[in-house]
T-cell receptor
Framework: EAQVTQNPRYLITVTGKKLTVTCSQN?????MSWYRQDPGLGLRQIYY???????DKGDVPEGYKVSRKEKRNFPLILESPSPNQTSLYFC?????????????FGPGTRLTVT | AQRVTQPEKLLSVFKGAPVELKCNYS??????LFWYVQYSRQRLQLLLR??SRESIKGFTADLNKGETSFHLKKPFAQEEDSAMYYC????????????FGSGTQLTVLP
């Protein structure tokens, strides 16, 4: 089944404790993105990647890191989480910037930083 | 920079009534517009894209470049249409991914 998976689905952590949220897709997509979803703000892009070893900042990259060492994986790293990073995070993948290109979303990771 | 505005956070209609979810955008170039939907406890998924001019689940949306709008419409709402709807924009041909609006929670009442 073609899909985007994220782990963990739920995470509660404390301020400053490094964490990684994994994202994997099995559709051989080149493009992958991370978004955060907050009430009243919709989805905001954190980082995106156009291919292996090619990443760029989105709208809200502060406090986050990403890496793309393999085509299928795009982990999101919070080196020193803070309470304002409490949010619902979505990973997405797509074929590329072709016309009408559809993004496929993961199930989401709900992160709470205390 | 591009911007997408969905003026209604919440919208309630009765079953069988017409529904219109508003989306306005600002972008100086040529945009691609999309509607994504998130049903309760499900992941976000594409509903329709302006480039396809398609009708999905009875929904349609027309890109109005003069008014910079991409409103989503359905003539007869169904209870199963209750969901969160997001309008999204991407500059045509851009590698950058989508810019989303803040979303509209649609509730269709019985």
């Amino acid at each position: 089944e073609a899909q985007v998976t994220q782990n963990p689905r739920y995470l509660i952590t404390v301020t400053g404790k490094k964490l990684t949220v994994t994202c994997s897709q099995n559709m051989n997509h080149e493009y992958m993105s991370w978004y955060r979803q907050d009430p009243g703000l919709g989805l905001r892009q954190i980082y995106y990647s156009m291919n292996v070893e090619v990443t760029d900042k989105g709208d809200v990259p502060e406090g986050y890191k990403v890496s793309r060492k393999e085509k299928r994986n795009f982990p999101l790293i919070l080196e020193s989480p803070s309470p304002n990073q409490t949010s619902l995070y979505f990973c997405a993948s797509s074929l590329g910037p072709g016309e009408g290109d559809e993004q496929y979303f993961g199930p989401g990771t709900r992160l709470t930083v205390t | 920079a591009q911007r997408v505005t969905q003026p209604e956070k919440l919208l309630s209609v009765f079953k069988g009534a017409p529904v219109e979810l508003k989306c306005n955008y600002s972008y100086s170039g040529s945009p691609e517009l999309f509607w994504y939907v998130q049903y309760s406890r499900q992941r976000l998924q594409l509903l329709l894209r302006h480039i396809s001019r398609e009708s999905i689940k009875g929904f349609t949306a027309d890109l109005n470049k003069g008014e910079t709008s991409f409103h989503l419409k359905k003539p007869f709402a169904q209870e199963e249409d209750s969901a969160m709807y997001y309008c999204a924009l991407r500059p045509r041909g851009s590698a950058r991914q989508l810019t989303f609006g803040s979303g509209t929670q649609l509730t269709v009442l019985p």
